[in-house]
């Protein structure tokens, strides 16, 4: 689909491709390991590795793991299972702290180049000087040490003798610079502790800013794409690139973030609802996670159609939730067989129809596409309809579904009439006593009289019982923030149904992806087994929440 879309960054690489610039393409998607991927972070994937794909080049997987506090290898796996699940295959699968040695070896050579510095200054000190937007900073009072003091102080850091955050390495630029990331940025800091691939090997750890164009560089990455908030940054990864002498010069373009109504997507926001309990987990079928996404029935397709068709565009930009609705029933329409399920049952007793007699019935899978096949319902005694197919009295003109004394259409069977409502003493309905008529069996072309409309059924002989997953949006208003979400989450996020499904689903598979006629897009559970069938609800056919 990218081949045909064309956006500022493909642009650039085609010109640098025609201009000698770079002679191929290599891009990376360079994850921080600290959370699972959501539906943002598939724009970057996507624009990575469809941009790359496009001139025939290839896309890195490098995980940022250079700040070795907040991260786990749980989510290592949990990002290589979802780009797979994208349907994309990384060149190769790196790891920055792989490049520490050199990354280190960097470092010594801009000290010797008089350009870093050890700096004494805590924390709060380094900030102090820093200045802000109006006031220029201050140079640090330990800016001039001599090459051979910080050659042997940084040496000493590396080897363990100073504790936490009581010196760090500093790029020597200009305190005055109008942009802040310039102010002499910190670009190694000292952490005692265990890294999940170095292990205790090192106890200082570069910067993001000094750590990610050098990686780029090792790499021979030639196009480094990230989100929005990093162009500030682009002077700072150009002096490393420039000062450090490397041999190859990545370049940096930035593209603005994805966002999406309905579906707040920030770190934090995700790590609250599943650590105080407002979600079942990272998977949840109602999480913005690409493993909450793939439970829920989402297909890689839907996702790259979605993002593609937001296009690529240099400022960020939220697009609507029904977009991405439209794109899953796109691609599932032609797809998924439409069998019949009965989410809120309503028992119904045909009072003329022998008892233990049992029918098959022939039904195409998709009478949109015969190609996926066919396959056969029973039809017998006593059958399940919607509770909400049925009222005692006609309301009004537009009711097309049961009514005492009229007749519907059973789908794919006969013509029913309603005879008799019984209640229990309660008066709540019980069952619907019908009478069918033979001479209307499903195609066979009986047109003398006009049905009140067609609704759907499973017969209760043959019938699988099932439990219906039905979502709402976690929060339904609009705001793309997560402040005060406690107090938006939306109560019918989660629905609970139990009802049946026809025979011919007993040996439905987890993923599998149906459309159940008038009721929606479904898929099956990854809990879901043969006595104890689970449908999650990804879609309605059409869209029906509210904004
Ligand atoms: P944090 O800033 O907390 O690390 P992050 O969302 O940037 O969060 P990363 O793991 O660093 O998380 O993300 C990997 C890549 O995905 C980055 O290049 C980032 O810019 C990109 N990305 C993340 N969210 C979105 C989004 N909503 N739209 C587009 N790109 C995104
Ligand atoms: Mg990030």
Request: with cysteine; glycine share 6%; net charge negative.
């Amino acid at each position: 689909m990218m081949e045909n879309t064309s956006n500022f960054i493909k642009t650039i690489m085609k010109q640098e491709l025609e201009n000698g610039v770079v002679d191929h393409i290599l891009t990376r998607f360079p994850p921080e390991p600290n959370a699972y991927l959501h539906i943002g972070h598939a724009r970057a994937i996507i624009t990575n590795f469809e941009l790359a794909k496009s001139f025939g080049g290839k896309t890195n997987l490098r995980f940022d793991d250079t700040n070795p506090v907040k991260e786990d290898v749980e989510f290592v796996e949990a990002i290589k299972e979802d780009l797979a699940w994208l349907g994309y295959t990384p060149e190769i699968v790196v790891y920055g702290s792989s490049y520490f040695e050199e990354t280190y070896e960097k470092a010594i050579l801009l000290i010797k180049k008089g350009l870093a510095f050890v700096c004494d200054l805590s924390q709060e000190e380094v900030s102090a000087y820093r200045g802000d937007t109006n006031n220029p900073g201050k140079n640090s009072p330990y800016r001039d040490r001599s090459i051979e003091e910080n050659l042997k102080l940084f040496e000493e850091m590396k080897n363990g003798v100073y504790p936490n955050g009581s010196k760090t390495l500093r790029a020597k630029i200009d305190m005055s610079s109008p942009n802040i990331n310039m102010r002499d940025p910190v670009i190694y800091r000292i952490i005692h502790i265990n890294h999940h691939q170095t292990g205790d090997k090192w106890c200082i750890y570069p910067m993001y800013d000094f750590a990610h164009p050098l990686q780029d560089s090792f790499e021979g990455i030639t196009h480094s794409l990230c989100s929005l908030e990093y162009e500030d940054h682009r002077p700072l990864y150009d002096w490393v690139i420039n000062n450090c002498d490397v041999k190859h010069k990545p370049r940096q373009i930035e593209f603005g973030r994805l966002g999406i109504t309905n579906m707040i997507m920030s770190k934090r926001y995700l790590k609250q609802l599943v650590d105080e309990g407002y979600v079942k987990g990272y998977d949840d079928p109602r999480m913005p996670t690409l493993t909450g996404l793939r439970r829920r029935g989402f297909t890689p397709n839907a996702i790259k159609n979605f993002i593609l068709s937001t296009g690529l565009s240099k400022i960020n930009s939220t697009i609507d939730y029904e977009m991405l609705e439209h794109f899953l029933r796109d691609d599932l329409k032609m797809k998924s067989a439409r069998p019949m399920a009965v989410i809120d049952p309503l028992k119904v007793v045909i009072t003329n129809y022998p008892e233990g007699k049992v029918e098959e019935l022939p039904v195409l899978n998709n009478m949109e596409n015969p190609e996926l096949g066919s396959h056969t319902i029973t039809f017998s005694r006593n059958l399940y309809i919607e509770k909400e197919d049925f009222l005692e009295e006609k309301p009004n003109k537009h009711w097309k579904r049961l009514s005492k004394g009229l007749e519907v259409r059973l789908m794919n069977a006969y013509f029913i009439k309603c005879e008799e409502v019984i209640y229990d003493e309660k008066g709540e309905i019980v069952e619907l006593h019908c009478t069918y008529d033979e001479k209307t069996k499903n195609g066979t072309g009986f047109n003398e009289r006009k049905p009140n409309g067609t609704i759907h059924f499973v017969d209760a002989a043959t019938a699988q019982s099932a439990t219906f997953n039905l979502f709402e949006p976690l929060i339904l208003d609009s705001v793309v923030s997560s402040e005060n979400f406690k107090e938006r989450l939306n109560p019918n996020s989660w629905v609970t149904k139990e009802g049946f499904v026809e025979a011919w689903l007993k040996d439905t598979k987890p993923m599998d992806k149906y459309q159940f006629v008038r009721n929606g897009y479904f898929t099956t559970d990854y809990e879901s087994k043969g006595n104890k069938l689970i449908f999650n609800r990804i879609v309605n056919l059409k869209s029906s929440f509210t904004k």
